[in-house]
């Protein structure tokens, strides 16, 4: 058997469920501003907090989510944050 350089039960968990996740995000090319304002949105934060979370400007936190609907063909928060859900790359 290969090694994957992870014990037991978290290698499998890396292989089952995380690496898929992080493929369609790939796939999408969300930058990771992009999918951390996202996860925040998913958790009920809005621009404001978002932004005071991520250490940045609400502009900051607005120019993120533009480019991420662009990537994602959304136009809303509630789009994005659905499409994360339904293709795997967003974790509640």
């Keep these: ?3 994957d350089g992870l014990r037991g039960g978290a290698g ?3 292989q089952r469920l995380v690496w898929p ?3 369609r995000a790939i796939a999408y090319r969300l930058t990771r501003q ?4 996202l996860a925040l949105l998913l958790r ?3 621009k404001k907090t978002a932004a ?3 250490g940045v400007s609400i502009n900051t936190v607005s120019f993120h989510l533009k480019n ?3 990537k994602l063909g959304v136009h809303s928060k509630t789009e994005a944050v659905v499409k994360g859900l339904v293709e795997g ?3 509640p």
């Design 1 to 3: 058997r290969r090694g």
């Design 21 to 23: 996740m992080m493929h």
């Design 44 to 46: 009920g934060h809005h």
């Design 12 to 14: 499998r968990y890396w």
């Design 52 to 54: 005071h979370a991520m």
């Design 68 to 70: 991420a609907y662009a």
């Design 89 to 91: 790359f967003l974790v």
């Design 34 to 37: 992009e999918e951390r304002v």
